[in-house]
C-alpha cells in the first residue's frame, strides 16, 4: 500500500512558476514509476508527465514539454513537477499516481495508487 500526498498547488499569474510534491509513504517509493496528470473543470483526466523508478527517463504531454520537468528524491520518497511559463490553460487539479509495473506511462488506469490531488489555478 502506498500513500501519496500532494502540495504546492496555488494561484498564480501566467508566466509565473510552481513546484509540485508529492510525498509517499513507505519503504517502497524507489519501486513505482510516478506519474502527474491533471483535470480541469469539465475536461477529461489527461496525462502530464512520467517519471521512472531511477529518475533517469521522463515522459511528458506535448502540451508541457519544454515547461514542466519531473524529478524525483528516493531518499525523501517524494515527486516533484516542476512547472515554468504556467499558462491559464494549465489550470487544473493536479494528481500524482504511483505505477508499480513502471510501464504505464501515459494511460491512467495503469496507475495503482493516487493522491487527492492539488489545485493549480494560473490567471491570465
Known amino acids: 500500500q502506498v500513500q501519496l500526498v500532494e502540495s504546492g498547488g496555488g494561484l498564480v499569474q501566467a508566466g509565473e512558476s510552481l513546484r509540485l510534491s508529492c510525498a509517499a509513504s513507505?519503504?517502497?517509493?524507489?519501486?513505482?514509476?510516478m506519474g502527474w496528470f491533471r483535470q480541469a473543470p469539465g475536461k477529461e483526466r489527461e496525462f502530464v508527465s512520467m517519471?521512472?523508478?531511477?529518475?533517469?527517463?521522463?515522459y511528458y504531454a506535448d502540451s508541457v514539454k519544454g515547461r514542466f520537468t519531473a524529478s524525483r528524491d528516493n531518499a525523501k520518497n517524494t515527486a516533484y513537477l516542476q512547472m515554468y511559463s504556467l499558462k491559464p490553460e494549465d489550470t487544473a487539479v493536479y494528481y500524482c499516481?504511483?505505477?508499480?509495473?513502471?510501464?504505464?506511462?501515459?494511460?491512467?488506469?495503469?496507475?495503482?495508487?493516487w493522491g487527492q490531488g492539488t489545485q493549480v489555478t494560473v490567471s491570465s
Open positions: 499516481a504511483a505505477d508499480r509495473d513502471g510501464s504505464s506511462r501515459s494511460r491512467a488506469e495503469g496507475y495503482e495508487y
Open positions: 517519471i521512472n523508478r531511477s529518475g533517469g527517463a521522463t
Open positions: 513507505g519503504r517502497t517509493f524507489s519501486t513505482y514509476a
